[in-house]
């Protein structure tokens, strides 16, 4: 049972228009989220957080929004570039440590010049 | 600059053979380390995380082990590999923060 999705395995936008990532969670208890975003043959990098006491956190192109009562996270890229184009995972943690995050299965998306 | 460094890029290794998996991370010290698996078509695991030398804590019940015999050394270990072992593994770094910043390349793990 996954309790982080990200239900859309694929986006495609075009360039300078907004890239809408979304991600839902079962577990009521998550209080801290995460984006993540992985290019091709590397790691992924922490790209945003926001923390369940906030309904949205931005830096710079990024914004994050998150309806705790829908269970519903979302991240928002203004405007949208080709280097952006990557891997996006969501996760979330339930414990106070933090570390024991859980993945979504992440969404590519492409930005289209 | 830190960066993390994390060898195999692939391994092909037979069902009941052992594995050592190595990850280092440069210029940073004291980091909280992280071993991650995932799964074809799922989110990240956590296995293991690391918060000092010799300080380890498991997550998931499994065939695996790891240690971190120096302060930017994390090891992810199997005496006798299972099938189910096979998947993609990932490490992970972090420090001043309680969730992990910078993950390597990964190795992917093929068990035969």
């Known amino acids: 049972d996954q309790q982080v999705k990200q239900n859309s395995p694929s986006l495609s936008v075009q360039e300078g228009r907004i890239s809408i990532l979304n991600c839902d969670y079962t577990?009521?208890?998550?209080?801290?989220f995460l984006w993540y975003k992985k290019y091709p043959a590397e790691g992924p990098t922490f790209l945003i957080s926001?923390?369940?006491?906030?309904d949205k956190n931005e830096d710079g192109r990024f914004t994050v929004f998150l309806n705790k009562s829908a269970k519903h996270l979302s991240l928002h890229i203004v405007p949208s570039q080709p280097g952006d184009s990557a891997v996006y995972f969501c996760?979330?943690?339930?414990?106070?440590?933090?570390?024991?995050?859980?993945f979504g299965p992440g969404t590519r998306l492409s930005v289209l010049p | 600059s830190q960066t993390i460094h994390q060898w195999p890029a692939t391994l092909v290794q037979p069902v009941g053979s052992p594995l050592s998996l190595e990850c280092t991370v440069e210029?940073?010290?004291?980091?909280?380390l992280y071993w991650y698996r995932q799964a074809a078509g799922r989110g990240l695991q956590l296995l293991f995380y690391?918060?000092?030398?010799?300080?380890i804590s498991s997550e998931v019940p499994q065939n695996l082990s790891a240690s971190r015999p120096q302060d930017r050394q994390f090891i992810l270990s199997s005496k006798k590999l299972l099938l189910s072992d096979s998947g993609f593994y990932l490490c992970?770094?972090?420090?001043?923060?309680?969730?992990?910043?910078?993950f390597g390349d990964g190795t992917r793990l093929s068990i035969l």
């Open positions: 210029g940073t010290s004291n980091p909280n």
């Open positions: 996760a979330a943690s339930a414990d106070n440590y933090g570390q024991n995050f859980v």
């Open positions: 690391s918060v000092g030398i010799g300080q």
């Open positions: 926001i923390s369940s006491i906030k």
């Open positions: 577990n009521s208890m998550f209080d801290y």
């Open positions: 992970a770094w972090s420090v001043h923060r309680a969730w992990p910043q910078h």
